[in-house]
C-alpha cells in the first residue's frame, strides 16, 4: 500500500468519526479526542507531508464541529448528573485509545525491530558475498594461469612413468601425482562449465544418486585415509537435483571439515547421510570428533576450529545453501562428535 492510499483510508475513517460525533453533541462529546489517534498511527507509519495532510484534516473536521453539530438531550439534574456521564464517557474514551496505541505501536515497533533485523542480515550477506566475489575473480584468474602449468606437469609425469616403470614405489608416487594433476584440471573445466551453464541460464539436473557417488569418490580422491559411510534414505535414490558444481564444492567441503574433525580425534570415520523429499535434500555430513560447544559456535559462524584452517570452506558452503535457496546449520550430537545439515530444494524457484 503506497502513503496516499493509506492517507485515503485514514480520510474515510476521520470523515465516519466526525459525522458520528456531529450526530452526538460535536465537541462536547467526550470521544472528541478519537480524532487525534489517526494522527498518531499516521506519524508511525507515514512520511512527514502525509502526516502533516492527515493532522489538517483532523483539525479541520475539529474545528467544523464547533458550530455544525447536534447537540445532546439535556439530561442536567440538580446533582450535575450529566457531568457524571460526560466523566464516564472521558473514561471509556481514554481506556479505547490507551488499548488502540498500546496494541497498534507496539506491533510497529515489533516489525520495525524485524525490518532493521533483516536490513543487518542483508548488509552481512552482502559483505560475505563481496568478499566471495572478490576470491571469485582471483580464482577466474588463477584458473586461466594455471592451465598451462597443469599440461606441462601432465606431460613430465608422463614422462617420469616411462623411464621410471621399474621403480614400483616411485610408480604409485606418480600415479598418485597423475590423479591430483587430473583432478585440478577437471576442477578447471567445471569452473569453465558453471560459467557457461550460468550465462545460458540452464541448469544441470542429475540424478541425486549419481551426484552423491560422484561427490564420494571424488572425496577418496582427496582423503584417501579417511573411511566414508553414505546411507541414502528413503527414496532419495529416485529424486533428481539441479547438481551446480558449487553445491559438490559446498559437500565436499563439509566431508573435508569432519575428516579433520575425526582424524584429530583419533577417528578415521565420517557419515554422510541422504534424505530427499518433494521439496527439498537434506545432506547430513557426521565426524567423530571431540564435538565441544566451542567448535559448535565456530561451525556455526563460519569461522575454522583448525589451527591453519581461514574458515572458508564454511562460508563458501553456506553461501552455496543460502543462494539454491537452503540453509545450513550445525547440531552438537549426544554421544560424539558434530553434524552438519546442508538443505538444499530439489528444484530451485
Known amino acids: 500500500m503506497t502513503p496516499l492510499e493509506a492517507v485515503a483510508h485514514i480520510a474515510v475513517d476521520i470523515a465516519a468519526l466526525s459525522w458520528l460525533l456531529h450526530l452526538t453533541g460535536g465537541e462536547t462529546n467526550p470521544f472528541v479526542s478519537l480524532l487525534v489517534l489517526p494522527i498518531t498511527l499516521a506519524a508511525a507509519a507515514l512520511p512527514?507531508?502525509?502526516?502533516?495532510?492527515?493532522a489538517l484534516l483532523a483539525a479541520f473536521c475539529y474545528l467544523a464541529l464547533i458550530p455544525w453539530h447536534v447537540p445532546l438531550p439535556v439530561t442536567a439534574t440538580e446533582d450535575g448528573g450529566d457531568f457524571s456521564l460526560h466523566v464516564i464517557g472521558m473514561a471509556i474514551n481514554f481506556v479505547i485509545m490507551a488499548a488502540a496505541l498500546s496494541f497498534f505501536v507496539t506491533r510497529l515497533a515489533r516489525m520495525l525491530r524485524a525490518h532493521e533485523s533483516e536490513i543487518q542480515r542483508e548488509r552481512e550477506r552482502a559483505l560475505r558475498d563481496e568478499g566471495i566475489l572478490a576470491i571469485a575473480t582471483q580464482?577466474?584468474?588463477?584458473?586461466?594461469e594455471l592451465n598451462t602449468p597443469l599440461s606441462t606437469m601432465r606431460t613430465l609425469l608422463a614422462e617420469l612413468k616411462r623411464e621410471h616403470a621399474d621403480d614400483r614405489a616411485l610408480a604409485d608416487d606418480l600415479a598418485l601425482l597423475g590423479g591430483q594433476a587430473e583432478r585440478c584440471r577437471d576442477i578447471l573445466r567445471e569452473l569453465v562449465a558453471l560459467g557457461s551453464r550460468q550465462l545460458a541460464g540452464?541448469?544441470?539436473?542429475?540424478?541425486?544418486?549419481?551426484?552423491?557417488?560422484?561427490?564420494?569418490a571424488r572425496f577418496h580422491l582427496l582423503r584417501p585415509e579417511v573411511e566414508l559411510s553414505v546411507t541414502m534414505e528413503g527414496d532419495a535414490r529416485a529424486r533428481e537435483i539441479e547438481a551446480e558444481p558449487s553445491l559438490r564444492h559446498a559437500l565436499i567441503n563439509l566431508l573435508s571439515n569432519a575428516a579433520d574433525a575425526s582424524l584429530a580425534a583419533g577417528s578415521a570415520c565420517v557419515e554422510l547421510r541422504v534424505a530427499a523429499n518433494a521439496d527439498q535434500v537434506e545432506f547430513g555430513v557426521r565426524d567423530f570428533g571431540a564435538g565441544t560447544e566451542a567448535e559448535l559456535i565456530a561451525r556455526s559462524a563460519f569461522q575454522s576450529s583448525k589451527r591453519d584452517g581461514l574458515g572458508l570452506g564454511l562460508a563458501l558452503a553456506h553461501a552455496t545453501a543460502e543462494r539454491l535457496g537452503g540453509e545450513l546449520r550445525a547440531e552438537l550430537q549426544p554421544d560424539r562428535g558434530l553434524l552438519q545439515r546442508l538443505r538444499v530444494p530439489v528444484r530451485r524457484g
Request: glycine residues 4%; charged residues 20%; proline residues 4%.
Open 48 to 54: 512527514l507531508r502525509h502526516v502533516a495532510i492527515v
Open 139 to 144: 580464482a577466474a584468474g588463477a584458473a586461466h
Open 202 to 216: 540452464t541448469p544441470q539436473r542429475l540424478a541425486l544418486a549419481e551426484f552423491v557417488r560422484d561427490s564420494e
